[in-house]
Structures are given as C-alpha cells and as structure tokens.
C-alpha cells in the first residue's frame, strides 16, 4: 500500500512539472519594474535625502560644467539629466528623429531655483543641445523660434528672446533656456551659461561671413535645396533693406574642397540649364559672375576661398563691392 502511494506521487509531482514551467515563463514575459530596478544607484546628497547619481557622461564635447552650481542668485538643483540618440525620446517624444536627423550629438539638462526656494519647483529649465556643428546648431535655433514673438539678442553667436525664455548658439552648441518665473532677469543668467560654454574661435564663423549690405530684416537657414537646387544645401540667408528694396544673400561657409565641388556644380547646371553666366569681377580670392536665369531673374554668384553667395533681387553692381 505505502509503495502504491509513493509511486502515484511520484506519477502526480512528475505530470505537474511541465505545467509549473509554462507558469513560470508565462510569469516571467510581464516585466514588473518595481522589482527590478536599472536605475543609477542613490546617494545622499547630505540633507538625509537620497538623490540619483549623475550617469556618466559619454559624449566628451558637452560637459556637466556647462551648468555651474550657482548663477546670478540661483542654485542648481537635483541632478543633470543626459540624453544621447538612444534616449532622446524620452525628453522630447516625437521630435527626436528632427533633432537627430539635424546633427544630434547629445543633450544636457539643469534646473535652477531660487536660493532658499523649493527645489522641487524650478525657476528656470536650461537644455544643452549638441549639434555637431555651428550651421546645424544655427540651424535648429532658426527652426524652433516662435512666429513674430521673438526679438534678437546679444548672447552667444546670435540670441533670440521669447515670452518665457532665451535660446542661442554657439559653436556647435544650441541652448534653449526657460524661465517660470518672470521675476527672474533671465538675461543675467543665459550670460553666465554663455560664459561656461567653451567654445574655439575657429567654430563662430557662421555668421561672420555675411557683409554690412544694409540692414537686415531677416535670417533663416535652409538645410535642402535652396530654390529648388537639390545641391544647394545648409544655405544662411539674409534679407536686407538695401537702397529702398529688399535683397537676399545665401551663404554656404565650409572649407575650400568643398566650396570648389559647390562651384563647380553650379557650373554644370548652367550648362545643363542653358543658363548664360559671365565672369565681371575677381579679387585675390574671389570670383563674381552676373547669371541670367530663366526662373530667378539676374542675379550673382561669388566664390571665394571658404563661402560662396549668391544674390538675388537687385542688379546694382554697387552691392558688389561689399564682397570684392
């Protein structure tokens, strides 16, 4: 009897195993993430508190430095957040493919608050994008300015100032700060974010290739395609108030090999195009041609040793000589 009892255990524990084991995979498809936890390790931030721990910082070309411990009567709170290509979503869902496909390198964020304040209430919200490059951080800050609300301002290469915030460039460095309190002079502290940003000469020279023409009513950036010529790309143009009437200049700013592949393109279009150009000028490292073109008009191209323009909307030879 006792033997008859053992083995009909046995045959029972024996037919349970397989059912016990979908059980447990079936278990083990639902990720409960409070049981376990990938998040950085705590550490006391001397208050009693626990805090995340910075993750470290990959990308060597933006620094946690960027964002100083205190600025014009405000404290850094809580800690730095980064984002890569990886994680970019998660900051900002559904925008990461334009920021990525612009250049996107990498993204810090800090938050400031009154000193003496909540923490947990930030007065402003500083981001740190990193473009790669100074036409692509231009780029963006052209692309996410607001409608006819902004002003431009002096900070970093060229600043714009909204309702409730300053964005600028600088180097490859695109920075968006906002504020939430509008007792805050939110020009001080861009300043002391603009003064941590450490950034080569060589890497401003994005706007200092356009000339003093007249005064500028407008600058956008054009990344494809500028007036419909699929090798025109990362295109600056200015509009300007020049002799009662408006005009614009493009500008391309790279180095000489690509600048001579740029000119040599517009070449054979003319030819493909039937479109006639003569050669009326030259200095000691630029060349101006006068283009007669079916759909723009007459209009310039300039080639020089690390730009080359282009200008529309006006036939006065006399704007030339900004350029010789």
């Not at 024996?14 to 447990?24: N, Q, T, V």
């Not at 998660?90 to 990525?100: P, R, W």
């Not at 301002?153 to 409730?164: A, P, Q, R, Y």
């Not at 603009?194 to 890497?203: G, H, I, R, W």
């Amino acid at each position: 009897m006792k033997f008859y009892l053992s083995f009909t255990y046995r045959i029972l524990l024996l037919a349970l195993l397989p059912s016990a084991g979908l059980i447990i995979y079936l278990k083990g498809q639902n990720y409960d993430p409070a049981i376990i936890n990938f998040e950085p390790a705590l550490k006391s931030n001397g208050s009693g508190s626990l805090q995340k721990m910075d993750a470290g910082i990959q990308n060597p070309s933006i620094s946690s430095d960027f964002f100083p411990d205190k600025i014009s009567g405000l404290d850094r709170t809580g800690r730095i957040k980064h984002f890569t290509k990886d994680n970019l979503y998660e900051y900002v869902n559904g925008h990461a493919e334009y920021f990525i496909s612009a250049g996107f390198a990498g993204l810090l964020v800090g938050e400031y608050a009154s000193s003496g304040t909540d923490a947990s209430r930030p007065d402003i919200q500083t981001e740190i994008y990193d473009m790669g490059r100074s036409i692509q951080a231009f780029g963006i800050l052209m692309d996410e300015r607001g409608g006819d609300n902004t002003a431009e301002v002096k900070i970093g290469v060229m600043g714009l100032k909204t309702s409730d915030g300053i964005s600028f460039f600088k180097g490859r460095y695109y920075v968006k700060i906002r504020s939430f309190n509008l007792k805050i002079n939110i020009m001080d502290f861009a300043k002391g974010i603009d003064a941590k940003l450490e950034v080569k000469p060589d890497q401003l020279p994005v706007l200092s290739g356009f000339h003093d023409v007249g005064k500028v009513v407008s600058t956008r950036f054009i990344k494809e395609g500028y007036r419909g010529l699929d090798f025109f790309n990362n295109v600056i143009e200015r509009e300007y108030l020049y002799k009662g009437k408006t005009v614009q200049v493009a500008i391309v700013y790279e180095n000489t090999d690509v600048i001579n592949t740029l000119a040599a393109k517009f070449m054979d279009y003319f030819k493909r195009s039937d479109i006639k150009y003569e050669k009326i000028g030259a200095g000691e490292k630029t060349i101006i041609y006068r283009v007669m073109d079916h759909y723009e008009g007459e209009w310039f191209l300039i080639t020089a040793d690390n730009a080359i323009y282009g200008i529309y909307g006006t036939t006065d030879k006399k704007i030339l000589d900004h350029f010789r």
